[in-house]
């Protein structure tokens, strides 16, 4: 398996234009998170997903931000407009919940944004 | 609700050291424990996992952890470390119940001395 594949991998950008992310998540995996890290504030679990479900979007910083999974392969993270503080990179994690396995996470490699 | 504590944002060690980086959580119902590691520039994977089997988890690259329940502790060592442990490391927990979510620790920056 591929693992969690995100895109782009860097995406440069000028504050106030519409930033995409995309992830697709492992294969079988029925739960998809979003997370974002700096050096500030660290890792931050911005919203996940169940079975396509968005379970909790307590993370997301405000309403420029929006994520979708249209389907269990694919997940976008929006960001409309962008501003520099949302500068970070942008991880997305699958798992798979199966009883007694302990349902860790895999990441993909992440999304380094920068907002000009 | 479920937290995670870890002690000491920053540890130094010289090479062929212990390793002891620490873990303390809270949870309301029996937990999964996790530990990661992040090198530069990549994603989190994961080192090791407790899922209520044995106590003394091994791992990956050497590293092991014991889940103890009365100290809500989940520390992770190394016997002897190496310059390619020097990487971000986080603690984290979860249960059957919340769709796999975890919640994280707040990161420990492990730095390994020749």
């Known amino acids: 398996d591929a693992g969690v594949i995100q895109s782009p991998r860097h995406e440069v950008t000028e504050m106030g234009q519409e930033v995409t992310l995309r992830c697709k998540p492992i294969?079988?995996?029925?739960?998809l998170f979003w997370y974002r890290q700096t050096m500030m504030r660290g890792l931050e679990l911005l919203i996940y997903?169940?079975?396509?479900?968005?379970?909790?979007d307590s993370g997301m910083p405000e309403d420029r931000f929006s994520a979708k999974m249209p389907n269990a392969s694919f997940s976008t993270l929006k960001i409309q407009p962008s501003e520099p503080r949302d500068s970070a990179v942008y991880f997305c994690?699958?798992?798979?919940?199966?009883?007694?396995?302990?349902?860790?996470?895999?990441f993909g490699p992440g999304t380094r944004l920068t907002v000009l | 609700a479920q937290s995670v504590t870890q002690l000491g944002s920053h540890v130094s060690v010289s090479e062929g050291a212990l390793v002891l980086l620490r873990c303390n959580y809270s949870?309301?119902?029996?937990?999964?424990l996790f530990w990661y590691v992040q090198y530069p520039n990549q994603g989190l994977q994961l080192l090791l996992k407790?899922?209520?089997?044995?106590?003394l988890v091994k791992g990956i690259n050497g590293f092991e952890a014991e889940f103890k329940k009365s100290e809500t502790s989940f520390h992770l060592t190394k016997p002897s470390a190496h310059m390619s442990d020097a990487a971000e490391y986080f603690c984290?927990?979860?249960?059957?119940?919340?769709?796999?979510?975890?919640?994280f620790g707040d990161g420990t920056t492990l730095t390994v001395k020749p």
């Open positions: 407790y899922t209520s089997a044995a106590t």
């Open positions: 997903f169940n079975n396509n479900v968005p379970i909790d």
């Open positions: 294969s079988g995996h029925n739960s």
């Open positions: 984290a927990v979860s249960d059957v119940t919340n769709a796999g979510k975890s919640t």
């Open positions: 949870s309301s119902v029996p937990p999964y």
């Open positions: 994690a699958s798992s798979s919940q199966t009883s007694g396995r302990g349902n860790e996470q895999f």
